[in-house]
């Protein structure tokens, strides 16, 4: 089943993580970049996915 979770205020920044293939572990895929309501149904959320540089940048970052 599809499990929905709404941001509130103060959420921006958070991040998005996806279960592995093998779902032994989470992949950090993006962050949190908004949502023009908090908290209400129907309104979707907007996430920025990490490619590229960005996904490098937050890797080294994190793992050093």
């Not at 950090?28 to 149904?41: D, F, I, K, P, T």
Request: hydrophobic share 35%; net charge negative; proline share 5%.
């Amino acid at each position: 089943s599809l499990h929905t979770i709404m941001i509130s205020a103060g959420d921006q920044g958070g991040p998005l993580a996806c279960p592995s293939f093998d779902s032994s572990k989470y992949l950090l895929v993006g962050g949190l970049s908004g949502g023009a309501q908090c908290g209400v149904e129907g309104i979707p959320d907007i996430y920025t996915l990490f490619t590229g540089d960005v996904q490098k940048w937050v890797g080294d970052t994190l793992i050093g």
